[in-house]
Structure formats: C-alpha cells, structure tokens
C-alpha cells in the first residue's frame, strides 16, 4: 500500500518488494560463493534428496541479464496482478507457478541439468494477466509500438524458448498454471480491461 502526504510517495514493503530483494540477496550470494547455486538449484534427478529446490531454485539466477529482466518483468506484472486480485491471490499464483513449472521442468528436461530463476513463476503471472486483460496494450524493448499483452506473453515464450540453456519447460508450466487462474479470475468477474 503507498500512502500519500502533500503530494510525496511513502515507500511500502510489498510482496513483490520481498521478492524482488530475496532474488537479489541470493544472487549477491550466489556471485560470493558460486557453489549455493549446485546446493539450491533445482536438478532433476537429485530433487528427491534436495526437495527444497522446487522452492529456491526460484530465487537464483545465471547472471546480471537474467535477474534483470526477471525483476522489472515481476515488478510490473507483479504490481498490476495484485491491483486486480490482492496480494494473496498474487503470491498464490507466484509460488504455484513456479512449482507447476518446476515440475514440468522435471518431468522433460534432462536428468542432470540444473534450473535456476524465476522465469515460471513470473510466466504464470504473465498468464494471468493475458487472460484477464487481453485487450491491454504495453510496450516490449526494442518494438517501437504497442502489443497486446497476450501477444508478448505468448510471443515471448516462443521466442525465449528458442534460446540455448533456456529451461523452456518451466516457462511452460508456469505459464499454463497462469492461464488457467487467469480464466479462473476473470469467470470471478475480476477483469479490468
């Protein structure tokens, strides 16, 4: 909740606030002492001896790119997602997301590959927000006009699947668990565009 004062804005710990400074703390970490990536990332085979990954591996990611664009991605679909349906909802979408992704990663990639990021999470707030918004317009670096979100979000998906190292199963899962709370969201009548 921002609160007003003659004009000025008072900064307010949210969610996505919580969020976006764990995944930098982790990634500051993970840069001091490179081996938290092997004990917290998520690997296929070895989950059932490091169940905890399902959850952390969300916080981790590969480089200054990666949790770059993961963090302005969650921040503004994070922010618009809870205007529409409350902080909760939000967190519910997040976490679930990213486990269905997890899962999906788990299920079709390799055995011993390694998964950090919270690229299925925020892909299922992205779906979310295409189902329940379809007709919002934002704009997507470097296409100089607007999309409509449902295009970028699928589009996105696709093109970002097509990247080497990219754990496009997660993205998969997320985005599919994302799609169905946002039709489950706008049956509820909580659609605003």
Same mark, same amino acid.
């Not at 664009?69 to 969650?74: H, K, P, R, S």
């Not at 529409?84 to 967190?91: A, S, T």
């Not at 999906?104 to 390799?110: C, D, G, M, T």
């Not at 899962?173 to 706008?186: E, K, P, S, V, W």
């Given at each position: 909740?921002?609160?007003? *004062?003659?004009?000025? #804005?008072?900064?307010?710990?949210?969610?996505?606030?919580? $969020?976006?400074? &764990?995944?930098? $703390?982790?990634? @500051?970490?993970?840069?001091?002492i490179p081996e938290l990536i092997l004990? +917290?990332?998520l690997v296929p085979i070895g989950v059932l001896a490091r169940p905890w990954t399902m959850v952390t591996n969300l916080f981790l990611h590969s480089g200054i790119g990666h949790i770059l664009?993961?963090? @302005?991605? +969650?921040y503004f679909f994070g #922010?618009?997602?809870c205007l $529409?349906? %409350?902080? =909760? =909802?939000?967190?519910i979408v997040y976490f679930i997301g990213g486990i269905l992704g997890n899962i999906? *990663?788990? &299920?079709?990639?390799?055995p011993l590959s390694i998964a950090v990021g919270a690229s299925g999470a925020i892909f299922a707030l992205? %779906?979310?927000l295409a189902v329940m918004t379809p007709r919002l317009k934002i704009f997507v670096f470097p296409i100089p006009i607007p999309l409509p979100l449902w295009v970028a979000v699928i589009g996105g998906f696709f093109i970002i699947s097509l990247f080497p190292s990219v754990a496009w199963q997660a993205h998969l %899962?997320? &985005?599919?668990?994302?799609?169905?709370?946002? *039709?489950?969201? #706008?049956r509820r009548g909580r659609r605003l565009v």
């Open positions: 909740m921002i609160y007003r *004062y003659g004009g000025y #804005r008072r900064f307010s710990l949210t969610p996505i606030w919580v $969020l976006i400074g &764990l995944n930098l $703390l982790l990634f @500051i970490a993970t840069w001091v004990f +917290l990332g664009a993961n963090m @302005i991605t +969650l #922010r618009y997602l $529409l349906v %409350g902080d =909760k =909802k939000f967190l999906v *990663y788990i &299920l079709l990639a390799p992205g %779906g979310t %899962g997320g &985005l599919a668990f994302g799609l169905i709370m946002g *039709y489950f969201f #706008r």
